[in-house]
């Protein structure tokens, strides 16, 4: 069953390392997966990882820090040297965990753990994937694969493979490529595994396959390897050579960090944060919105201000702002939630904008013909004058079909000029229905006082 | 390449399926992959569909069906009699993806279908998968599994595997498992495929590996094949005893599932809704958020009306009401989504409820202090009153240290009683943070406006 950390394990373990009792830490962590340890080390001072880490194997040392989150890391790597850096962790790792741990070190630092790399053909590995977009799937890929002659038979194949297989974790698939190293097609191994000995690779092989250029976003690589249901992506360059692949593991992180992305733009938080993370960066990444939202608020004080002398008069349509305020973000934010979400997943389907529009309308009327009536019928009880009832009822329709026209089309504009659409779930948008909300409230107060 | 379907694409694939151009159609889509066949049965009527359906071989039809959307595979498998399910649709699947597609079907038609199925095994593991929470690893498991035992040498290992991977779509690993089936370990195709003939499985496989109970959450194997980087999970029973497998991209499908929860969650969307549904779906969805808002707005009507003299009197009170209101709604979402991303992606460490709740007041206290000095100045400058410049800063502190406590605190409590913490970020904690928040600017307001 899988490992939990707890916080006695934690203060235990601590207390042992305090005592630099070597033998007792060693057994504690002999068992667990390297995950478990480095969710331990985001819990350990600077002192208290650096002794736990002399303490792993060389190649625990790098799935350790592969797996650690990113501050932790950071945080641990300062402590080393670039050459205990290039000896003891990079050169035990995949090229592209290797290629990523030093796309985040500072560029001398960088420097420094190339050169120490002894094996020239790692660093050079490493600085060819160093060269591609971290975005892209030249930046997501790992050099390590085992690919094979379609002209080779069996026995060449495996003796091939045995020789290859060597700097490979785990294959699921053998590449089948040509004299020219162009990407041909995969061969299972279950295939290979149960193929006659005698058989050729050219015959077994299934040549129907889906891969990817190097410089496909990754948001797409995701899309492609979910639609398609793939643990391993093939990645070639523009005239078809096999150059990489990637797996699905560094996809699911892709797609989680997609999502708490777009999660975190519609909750008003600008930058990637942790619950763990310390005060001032939570503060930061918090700050942005609810400074566009002081200036939201200031802005719909002025607006308010301008109408004083109304309020003095009819002080009831104050009673009404929160309602109009609220509704108006709040219906924003829905239609452009849907919008980015259908974005993102794809499932948008091929209706054109203007049809998407209509039907976001109809839905507006809808829910906006629903509760107008409601606050109408309200007021109509509260016996509210007359003025007051039909300047809520219509205001609150106007509102909701503003405010879910705005939703949709901002999301649709900002993808057309190749912008993130999650932007418009975001601190602007729902502080613009706010105010304009708020606007078309006045306006229609105005000309309704007028009239009746 | 991927391919990508446009409108063009459907709309002439349309009007050859009108002209019953069966020829054309068959060409057309030969080449396709059934996960972009499904995406076309997404824009067909039920009679198109039906059509394309007809031209597809038994594999490609069950591929299909498991990939097309919920809702369209539904109004699909509505033209199709149970005894046209069984044969030509559910004896083409896996285990798992028969289980799902039965599970949801009329219990009326399951049973009709589950007669129809001429393989009592198959029945018989379809049955028993449809005993399984839906939410568990026993509902996301296939049963199809390759397994060999640790006594058997490498060529009864291959002979076994040859009978048993018929019914295996990919095989990753093989599972190692005793005489009472109970797993041991795993064997990857690799070491099998790399080892000397005479070798034993015994001295060949890896004894170290993670695996879940059939009762564990879907969320929590998601965590753990993510953590683990796993592509393939054994599930076993109370004993030990294995059962099943779950693969990644069932679990990619539930991460994705999972997002966009808590991403319609906080955008207050209450079903699960896609942009091609249609208008009264969509409208029923958002309809619950938006009377909740509605119901928030005239309870503050309620507590506005209850000051009309102050609001007569000091109409400037009534200009920051957007305002307080805007920041209760805000720093409320923010700090419950940090909350529940934590707590969804496990990363909120082992820090306990009042400390996380101390570090969010600190936050809560920066940010108000800042925001609460520009309003300040903002007023001063202005040369509004003194009552109202020192009443609208001393409610915005006030308003955001109590919503952050409050969006804190909840899902924390909710979580406790084994509650979605999801939940707190939707329409009902917004729209108390708005009321309290309003509340508590009118209350400091006839203190400070008594005072000064």
Redo the contacts between chains.
């Keep these: ?2 490992f939990e ?3 006695d394990y ?1 203060s235990n373990l601590k207390e042992l390392i305090d005592q630099y009792d070597s033998k007792t830490v060693r057994e504690l962590i002999s ?1 667990l ?1 390297s ?1 478990d340890i480095a969710e331990i080390f ?2 350990l001072t600077s002192e208290e990882a650096r002794f736990l880490y002399m303490l792993l194997d060389g190649e625990t040392r790098a799935d350790v820090l592969i ?1 650690m ?1 990113e501050d932790a890391r950071e945080r641990f790597l300062k402590v080393l040297s670039g050459e205990e850096i290039a000896k003891q962790l990079i050169t035990e790792m995949d090229s592209d965990d290797a290629a990523d741990v030093i796309g985040e070190l500072s560029e001398e630092l960088q420097e420094e753990v190339l050169q120490h790399i002894k094996d020239v053909d790692q660093a050079g590995v490493i600085v060819d994937l160093l060269n591609y977009d971290e975005d892209t799937a030249g930046g997501l890929m790992a050099k390590e694969l085992i690919k094979v002659n379609e002209n080779w038979d069996i026995p060449t194949c ?1 003796r091939e ?2 020789k290859q ?1 060597e700097d ?1 974790d ?3 698939f053998v590449y089948v490529v040509d004299n020219n190293n162009v990407l041909l097609g995969i061969l ?3 295939k ?3 193929a006659r000995r005698d058989a050729r690779i050219k015959n077994l092989y299934k040549s ?1 396959i ?4 190097a410089d496909t976003h990754r948001e797409e690589v995701a899309n ?8 391993v992506l093939p990645v070639v360059d523009s005239i078809g050579r096999l150059i990489g692949r990637i797996t ?2 560094d ?3 892709v ?2 960090e997609e ?2 992305r ?3 733009l ?4 600008s930058e990637d ?4 993370d310390n ?2 960066m ?2 930061r990444a ?2 942005p ?3 566009i ?2 200036l ?3 802005l ?3 607006v ?2 301008s109408y ?1 002398d109304e ?2 008069i009819y ?2 349509m ?10 108006g ?3 924003g ?2 239609s ?4 980015v ?2 974005l993102a ?1 794809k ?6 904008t203007g049809r ?1 529009l209509l ?1 976001e309308l ?2 507006a009327i ?2 906006g013909l ?2 107008s009536t ?2 109408f019928l ?1 007021n109509l009880v509260r016996q509210e004058s007359f003025s007051l009832t039909i300047t809520v009822s219509t205001a609150l329709l106007s509102v ?1 079909l503003f405010a879910s026209f705005f939703g949709t089309f901002i999301p649709l504009l900002l993808r057309r000029f190749n912008i993130d659409p999650a932007l418009a ?1 975001g ?1 602007f948008i729902t ?1 613009m229905n ?2 304009i909300g ?1 606007f078309i409230y006045l306006i229609i107060g105005r000309l309704f006082y007028g009239i009746f």
Excluded: C
């Design positions: 069953m899988p950390l707890t916080r934690i068992s997966h995950a985001n819990e797996e989150e495996i493979m045995r297989a490979v785990e294959v699921y299972s191994l279950k290979l595994l149960l129907d889906i891969s990817v250029r492609i390897m979910n639609k398609y249901d793939l643990v699905i593991d996809v699911v992180d797609i989680r999502a708490e777009d999660y975190q519609i909750s008003g938080i944060v942790e619950p763990t005060i001032f939570l503060t918090r700050l919105w609810l400074a939202g002081l939201g608020g200031i719909a004080a002025l308010l201000s004083e309020l003095r002080p009831e104050a009673f009404f702002i929160p309602l109009i305020a609220a509704m973000g709040n219906v934010v829905q452009s939630a849907i919008i979400q259908g997943s499932t948008l389907g091929i209706e054109s998407k039907k109809y839905v809808l829910n629903i509760l409601i606050a309200y909701i779930t601190p502080t706010d105010i708020l």
